[in-house]
């Protein structure tokens, strides 16, 4: 069962500390709106806007924080339920590289903290502790695209504004060729949207499989 000092602890936090006004079950303050699942103070998901002027302008995101029933000694889980082109986020499984969510962590430190800190990274991205390879190298070598590709997933997970054509003409070659949208998506971001490339390795290794 949960604790009754750690529920106090994150009603507190969410209705006191974080000075915010609660309508309906939800939740908001500048950027954030936080609810609850299934009415549990241990369960919550956050809508977590695009910072202005970074390639996330315009998105929605869906956060979702597990509290453990030893908070604060211990910190939540944090993942991205939506799907996010990040250095810091893992594109596949939502999972976030975050110094506070582990080491860094301290019982001073508080949901608010939390939220705080994954707004500004999604911002600025921390390259010192990258959570995928791919990504990372696309922002440091090729950042036009890493800029143009975030916005795409932008587009396409968080009803961002920012439409490419040319990356949907790619993915639609590869759709045609018997490959699953999100696969193709994911795969073609992490080879630089060579579809060429993409394309002749998934037919080489179709044909391996029918053979």
Not at 101 to 128: Q, Y
């Amino acid at each position: 069962m949960w604790s009754n000092t750690g529920a106090a602890r994150v009603q507190r936090e969410i209705n006191t500390a974080m000075h915010l006004r609660s309508t309906g079950g939800e939740t908001t303050e500048r950027g954030f709106k936080l609810w609850l699942v299934d009415q549990s103070w241990s369960n919550l998901c956050v809508e977590i806007h695009g910072p202005p002027d970074s390639p996330y302008e315009g998105g929605v995101f869906v956060v979702k924080i597990l509290v453990p029933d030893t908070y604060p000694v211990v910190p939540p889980q944090v993942e991205f339920r939506t799907r996010i082109w990040h250095p810091n986020i893992s594109p596949e499984s939502g999972a976030i590289s975050l110094d506070i969510l582990w080491k860094g962590w301290s019982p001073d430190m508080s949901i608010r903290t939390i939220l705080m800190t994954v707004r500004n990274i999604i911002a600025i991205p921390d390259m010192g502790t990258p959570f995928d390879d791919d990504v990372a190298r696309q922002y440091m070598h090729k950042h036009e695209l890493f800029v143009r590709t975030a916005k795409h997933w932008t587009n396409r997970y968080a009803n961002g504004p920012n439409i490419i054509p040319e990356f949907d003409e790619k993915i639609q070659a590869l759709k045609d060729l018997g490959m699953y949208e999100c696969l193709a998506r994911s795969i073609l971001s992490k080879k630089d949207w060579d579809v060429g490339k993409v394309s002749h390795n998934f037919l080489t290794i179709k044909s391996q499989h029918e053979n």
